[in-house]
């Protein structure tokens, strides 16, 4: 790996910066000092607000963002995308998480959906959806796990029947992120159920304002709502929305998953947490911490700041193959599994730095330490190592694939 910016990579970086500094509204400047805890993906939710001030500050960031055509960087020039290098989307990504400026557009649509439409789509719908994903219209969300089919995802039942020019679903879904304000959702069905389970698997564009679509939300231990459990009840789909073909699904949902790899956002956050922590914790939050009391704290500290520096280098190296040609297998899971282990340890050293008032959990009580960021992201923590491949299915992957050690 080359650590260092060529001369047309740095003049990338510098354009980047320019529109961090000159664009981002004031709104994101100010949040970035006033509420401390992390917010995954907080344009999605800034831009359904009924708050007028984040929704107008999520379509400034919008505009700027699309002005120079960077709202899907990753996408090809001819379907709107911004058509940069791997190298520079890890440059664009490692910006926008230094500089507290949120991704625009929808996390599922634009990372994952829009290019496996690129690729499996018919023009039909490329020219349908492509367009609106790019726009920022809606939010789009993803229906793949279900309770009896979490890690095996290949198990799952929901089915799916042919009726005409129609599917008609039936079945549930779990951990639907956002899903309570989603417009769209990526579902995966099973269209033949007496084929082999990763076979007979379709993946079907469906509205959430369909009739048939209940959803109920799930409140996670900090109490908040991200997540749902999504019910389809004869829910009928145009068969014109099946993305590949029909009982192919499941090589087409491994196109979505194989997006964004690198997780260079995550290693950039983990590093302006172990930065914030420390600032806090030696300067105005002093009397709250207890750093200067025990050795291993600070120890523990350092070795978060070794981690997020050597999550980095994780994300580097996958881009590294990106850009080269290659296509990560293995790394993927060697960096995503360190990536939600090394937060979870970023959390319970959070809590432990400031001790009995770790117990604080009013982020607006005087004496929360952060405003409590660390005790809600210490709970929030829980399905780091869950979500998204649990570190078992990881560790399973990298000793396989990358080991070359023997199954069963």
């Known amino acids: ?3 260092d910016d060529t001369a047309e990579q740095g003049r990338f970086r510098a354009e980047v910066r320019r529109l961090i500094e000159e664009d981002l509204p004031d709104f994101y400047r100010e949040r970035e ?3 401390l805890r992390e917010d995954t993906y907080p344009w999605q939710i800034d831009s359904t ?4 001030a984040r929704r107008d500050a999520a379509n400034a960031w919008f505009d700027a963002v699309a002005s120079r055509g960077w709202v899907a960087a990753h996408w090809p020039a001819e379907y709107g995308g911004g058509g940069l290098s791997a190298m520079e989307q890890y440059i664009l990504k490692a910006e ?3 500089g507290g400026a949120p991704p625009v557009g929808s996390n599922v649509g634009i990372s ?3 290019p496996t439409l690129i690729v499996h789509g018919t023009e039909e719908q490329k020219r349908r959806f492509l367009p609106s994903i790019l726009r920022g219209e809606g939010v789009w969300s993803q229906g793949f796990s279900e309770p009896g089919a979490g890690s095996d995802l290949a198990s799952l039942t929901t089915r799916a029947v042919r009726d005409g020019d129609e599917y008609v679903v039936n079945g549930q ?3 639907t992120s956002f899903g309570h304000y989603a417009s769209w959702i990526a579902l995966l069905v099973r269209t033949d159920p007496d084929a082999p389970k990763h076979r007979g698997i379709s993946l079907l564009l469906t509205s959430m304002r369909a009739p048939g679509v209940s959803v109920r939300p799930l409140i996670d231990a900090a109490w908040g709502h991200h997540i749902n459990e999504t019910f389809f009840e004869d829910v009928r789909v145009p068969a014109d929305q099946i993305v590949g073909d029909e009982n192919r699904g499941w090589y087409v949902a491994m196109t979505l998953l194989d997006n964004e790899r690198s997780n260079v956002t995550g290693a950039i956050e983990l590093r302006r947490r172990v930065g ?9 939050g002093r009397k709250a911490a207890r750093l200067s009391e025990l050795d291993s704290l600070r120890q523990e500290l350092a070795e978060r700041a070794v981690e997020a520096e050597v999550m980095l280098g994780f994300s580097l190296r996958i881009v590294t193959i990106q850009s080269s040609g290659g296509v990560p297998n293995y790394e993927a899971s060697v960096a995503k599994m360190f990536g939600s282990e090394a937060g979870q340890r970023m959390d319970r050293t959070g809590t432990k730095v400031f001790g009995l008032y770790a117990n604080l959990w009013d982020p607006g009580e005087p004496l929360s330490p952060m405003e409590a960021a660390f005790t809600h992201e210490y709970v929030r923590s829980i399905p780091a190592t869950i979500g998204a491949g649990s570190s078992e299915i990881q560790r399973n992957v990298i000793a396989t694939r990358g080991l070359g050690l023997p199954r069963g």
Do not use: F, Q, V, Y
């Open 1 to 3: 790996m080359d650590w």
């Open 49 to 52: 607000s009924e708050d007028p």
């Open 112 to 114: 994952m959906l829009g």
């Open 33 to 35: 000092t006033r509420d």
């Open 96 to 98: 926008m998480a230094a």
């Open 276 to 284: 914030r922590l420390a600032a806090h914790a030696t300067g105005s």
């Open 173 to 175: 879904k779990i951990w």
